[in-house]
């Protein structure tokens, strides 16, 4: 079976400091997988490699089969995003700030309508559709980026640290919802954090340190029967 998303030797400095070494994975569809590790762990420098922001010094990605160094276009196309930073227009309405987004994608009147309809239903938020994004609490925000970035029907989601800034019963509702979307949708999910709250015991977890993947397997196995908290900081030095 052809892997939704396979990240392949993955190396990149900034200079002569190094920030991944030979980071290598593959996600299968459906599975939802949390990329832990500190701050400056180099989750941001990977997911900017993922979205072809970065060009990696060495190595290749490939998404849904497609080359992202030969089929960069291809490959771009299977994947949605949610970045750290809000990139939301607040002063637009939730239905305008979609309708622009899926014109980027080259889609526009009825099957751009259809589109929005189904994302705002996907992530509950077909009641807020017109309001101002301004208007929106922290967590609608992040439903209304997570429908943005399914609106072009992708086979995978990246999620670079969703969850900063929210209340804790936000983030879990937020984390809630996205494991939803990865079981009922067939969506291969790539979910970046530092909080170890927000990994299942079931969910498949790569533990990244310094660039390089410390760990890979089921949350509940790489804690090997500790507090998943307690050996994260183990294997990270005592840094969260």
Same mark, same amino acid.
């Given at each position: 079976?052809?892997?939704?998303?396979?990240?392949?030797?993955?190396?990149?400095?900034?200079?002569?400091?190094? %920030?991944?070494?030979?980071?290598?994975?593959?996600?299968?569809?459906?599975?939802?997988?949390?990329?832990?590790?500190?701050?400056?762990?180099?989750?941001?420098?990977?997911?900017?490699?993922?979205?072809?922001?970065?060009?990696?010094?060495?190595?290749?990605?490939?998404?849904?089969?497609?080359?992202?160094?030969?089929?960069?276009?291809?490959?771009?196309?299977?994947?949605?995003?949610?970045?750290?930073?809000?990139?939301?227009?607040?002063?637009?309405?939730?239905?305008?700030?979609?309708?622009?987004?899926?014109?980027?994608?080259?889609?526009?009147?009825?099957?751009?309508?259809?589109?929005?309809? %189904?994302?705002?239903?996907?992530?509950?938020?077909?009641?807020?559709? +017109?309001?101002?994004?301004?208007?929106?609490?922290?967590? +609608?925000?992040?439903?209304?980026?997570?429908?943005?970035?399914?609106?072009?029907?992708?086979?995978?989601?990246?999620?670079?640290?969703?969850?900063?800034?929210?209340?804790? %019963?936000?983030?879990?509702?937020?984390?809630? +919802?996205?494991?939803?979307?990865?079981?009922?949708?067939?969506?291969?999910?790539?979910?970046?954090?530092?909080?170890?709250?927000?990994?299942?015991?079931?969910?498949?977890?790569?533990?990244? +340190?310094?660039?390089?993947?410390?760990?890979?397997?089921?949350? %509940?196995?790489?804690?090997?029967?500790?507090?998943?908290?307690?050996?994260?900081?183990?294997?990270?030095?005592?840094?969260?």
């Amino acid at each position: 079976m052809t892997a939704r998303l396979s990240v392949q030797g993955i190396t990149h400095s900034y200079g002569k400091k190094p %920030a991944l070494n030979n980071v290598g994975f593959s996600l299968e569809k459906g599975s939802f997988c949390a990329l832990l590790g500190p701050n400056g762990a180099g989750k941001s420098t990977l997911f900017s490699i993922l979205t072809r922001l970065f060009v990696p010094d060495a190595g290749d990605v490939s998404v849904a089969g497609q080359s992202l160094s030969r089929a960069p276009g291809k490959a771009l196309a299977q994947i949605g995003v949610v970045f750290q930073q809000p990139t939301l227009d607040l002063d637009l309405t939730v239905r305008r700030n979609l309708k622009y987004f899926a014109a980027l994608h080259g889609m526009s009147g009825t099957v751009a309508d259809k589109r929005i309809k %189904a994302v705002l239903e996907r992530v509950s938020m077909s009641e807020r559709m +017109h309001e101002k994004v301004r208007a929106l609490n922290g967590g +609608h925000r992040r439903r209304m980026e997570i429908a943005r970035a399914l609106i072009h029907e992708p086979q995978v989601l990246l999620l670079d640290e969703p969850t900063v800034g929210l209340d804790a %019963a936000t983030r879990q509702a937020i984390t809630g +919802h996205v494991h939803d979307l990865a079981a009922e949708q067939d969506l291969t999910v790539l979910w970046a954090t530092h909080l170890v709250d927000e990994v299942r015991d079931n969910d498949r977890l790569i533990v990244l +340190h310094k660039g390089i993947v410390l760990a890979d397997g089921s949350a %509940a196995g790489i804690a090997d029967g500790m507090n998943l908290q307690s050996r994260f900081l183990e294997m990270t030095g005592g840094r969260e």
